[in-house]
């Protein structure tokens, strides 16, 4: 008899790509991912709805529905009233039109634990145990937060302070020392005031000041820097030499007029030995309590991991650290690491303390990496090809990173759990520009003005009759549909048309190319699984030989190292072992086939299949119904045959 599991994880990974973690794995380079994919099933063609991009195709996961049936249509959202300039992070849960699985799997009485998966916030169950979800990362906010804002974060994005000028960073002066108690000034000692100016966040906060002391650790040069809360000894929270971090440092900050606990660390870059040059880094200072830290129950936040070397670190700032040129890929790469090492203990302590019989996870280093420098791994892309395999190895050293974390999370959930490994989309090297807004100005459709108080060019919707909004939309500027609509209805599908033509007429004048691969009309749309008011009027894809890693592109497209299939791995229980599956599947599937596997029941708006070709025994509930069947016969032909040993009965 087949044993079926008794719980699911189900763990994902955004945007990696997928035959390059495949190889990793099958190399040995990546242990935990291949004892996965040997004993269970790798799928090889899971292919992810359009846009590829994050919301809609993490709401996929988790209700089994295509984007123009759950709402979530892009990375942000538009709707039906709003002005067609204007959109808002599509984080929020309050605008899925489709039923969890957590939300069906409670009718049965079943618990789920959600960490850090995207736009699933405010929680939609009261039975669940949440963290996270109202970003890419926890501390990071994409829903609340002031219209026109991408995100905030709970307290601060990342800081640097230097002596020298960085874009968005903090310029530092350095002085002789004085007015310092109780620490040892002997010898020449410098200071510095480190002013914190909370970058992007979400509450209030208090501007506090730090104090600098740089001296020397052995009468020589200066080595050592000293941070302190006030120039008091006593008041140090860290000592630190270059390239050291300090432990995690928790602190109290005025939010808002109350106190709020947030955690932080701070690595010493570069300081010279006359103390001339300064350079020190702060991760995001990120909240430890519930005011800030999405979590459900409330009380959940104060029992999460919190130690020395580990705090629930909001970390998209530190891939905007490397980009600003505030770090180099060793100190990203340690930041990464204590991302996936606080995500893996939450995990580890929820699933062996809380009850469970479902549990979600999303890590979202892949993306952010890929965003980073996807064209710096490729030597088709790449502008220094001496620098590719530097990438490389830093790429393959965030999978192992995960790696690790996967490893700690399915020792916590035990033997008996189906673990699936999944992803929202894959990537690709960046290609060469293309504007879809230039071709529709081009064509006399799109109208731009400068903005008198930025100088930038932005839509005049009164005289725009077509405007490219998110990632694969047109709309029309419909009259009496649109705030600012200008093309009569009569006229709708005559501008449907010169959109679409001039699309395809567009040819790339230098490498002859058509950057756009199809245009279609809102309603041809649904067999990609778009419909609906969410959506444009006309739907495009482009080329992957333009533009960026993901998005605009079909799951199927390829360039390079690139691969936007997504990551389906199934292991455990009721799977099959050691099996590449060659059919095409999709992110709908995942849903049905837990569903299937877990005996519970199915989401309501649930359109993917049950994967088949992935069960040990796909027949399996037939046959236990059989099986049933024929106990119920044999136990009701008995029943009758007791009766019948008496001569004296009575029915009522």
């Given amino acids: ?75 942000n959202m538009h709707k039906p009233g709003m002005p067609l300039t204007e959109t808002y992070p599509a984080f929020d849960s309050r605008d899925c039109q489709a039923e969890y699985i957590w939300q069906a799997a409670e009718r049965a009485g079943k618990r789920a634990i959600i960490i850090n998966w995207p736009s699933t916030w405010p929680p939609t169950t009261d039975s669940l145990i949440q ?38 960073a903090t310029v ?27 970058r992007r966040p979400r509450f209030k906060v208090e501007e506090k000041v730090w104090y600098a002391l740089i001296r020397s650790s052995s009468g020589g040069e200066l080595d050592t820097v000293l ?23 928790v602190d109290t900050f ?31 200072i990120s909240s430890v309590d519930a005011r800030g830290l999405p979590a459900h129950p409330a009380s959940v936040a104060e029992e999460l991991p919190l130690s020395s070397d580990v705090f629930p670190i909001a970390a998209h700032g530190v891939y905007e650290a490397y980009n600003l040129g505030w770090i180099d890929l060793s100190t990203w790469l340690e930041c990464v690491d204590m991302e996936h090492e606080w995500l893996s203990r939450a995990a580890a302590h929820l699933l062996r303390t809380k009850k469970w019989d479902l549990f979600f996870m999303h890590m979202h280093c892949p993306d952010w990496a890929y965003h980073m420098f996807s064209s710096e791994i490729d030597e088709l892309t790449a502008k220094d090809k001496s620098k590719v395999k530097l990438y490389q ?5 965030f999978y192992q990173s995960i790696d690790r974390a996967v490893a700690r999370i399915l020792e916590a959930a035990g033997e008996k759990a189906l673990t699936v490994v999944t992803s929202d989309h894959g990537a690709k090297p960046t290609t060469k520009g293309f504007s879809v807004a230039e071709v529709l100005e081009k064509a006399g459709l799109l109208c731009l003005r400068e903005d008198p108080e930025t100088g930038r060019k932005v839509v005049d919707l009164s005289r725009s009759k077509a405007i490219p909004q998110r990632s694969v939309y047109i709309y029309v500027n419909l009259k009496g549909r649109d705030p600012h609509g200008i093309v009569d209805p009569e006229d709708y599908e005559r501008v449907r048309e010169e959109v679409i033509k001039a699309l395809y007429e567009y040819t790339d004048p230098e490498t002859g190319k058509k950057p756009i691969l199809f245009a279609i009309k809102r309603e041809d749309a649904r067999i990609l699984g778009l ?106 032909e008995a029943f009758e045959k007791e009766r019948q040993l008496t001569h004296t009965y009575h029915e009522v």
């Fill in 531 to 636: 419909h609906g008011d969410r959506i444009g009027d006309v739907v495009f894809a482009m080329n992957p030989e333009f533009g960026g890693q993901h998005g605009p592109y079909l799951p199927t497209a390829r360039y390079g190292i690139g691969d936007l299939r997504g990551l389906l791995i199934l292991h455990g229980p009721g799977v099959k072992k050691g099996y590449v599956m060659e059919r095409t599947c999709w992110l709908t599937d995942i849903v049905p086939t837990l569903c299937y596997l877990l005996r519970i029941p199915v989401p309501r708006h649930a359109e993917g299949a049950i994967l088949y070709q992935a069960l040990e025994d796909p027949d399996y509930l037939v046959k236990e119904l059989e099986r049933l069947r024929r106990n119920y016969e044999l136990l009701r």
């Fill in 172 to 198: 530092v002066e350095v002085d002789e020392a004085k007015g310092w108690r109780n620490v040892d000034l002997g010898g020449r000692c410098l200071e510095a005031e480190l002013r914190l100016r909370c």
């Fill in 254 to 284: 005025v939010v808002d007029s109350e106190p709020m606990r947030a955690a932080f660390r701070v690595k010493l870059l570069e300081l010279s030995g006359d103390g001339s040059r300064l350079k020190l880094f702060v991760t995001p």
């Fill in 227 to 249: 941070l302190a809360r006030e120039k008091d000894g006593r008041t140090a929270f860290a000592e630190l030499r270059v390239g050291e971090w300090s432990d995690v440092v």
């Fill in 393 to 397: 190895e830093a790429e393959l050293k």
């Fill in 131 to 168: 963290v996270g979800g109202a970003g890419l990362s926890v501390n990071e906010w994409r829903v609340d937060i002031p219209r026109g804002e991408a995100f905030r974060i709970a307290l601060s994005d990342s800081l640097c302070f230097s002596t020298e000028e960085y874009p968005l």
């Fill in 1 to 75: 008899m087949v044993e079926l599991p008794e719980r699911a994880l189900v763990i994902g990974l955004d945007a990696p790509i997928a035959p390059r973690l495949y190889e990793f794995a099958k190399s040995g380079q990546l242990p935990t991912f291949r004892k996965l994919i040997e004993g269970g099933v790798y799928a090889k063609h899971c292919l992810v709805p359009l846009p590829t991009i994050t919301p809609p195709n993490w709401t996929t996961i988790v209700t089994g529905a295509w984007p123009g049936t759950h709402g979530i249509t892009c990375f």
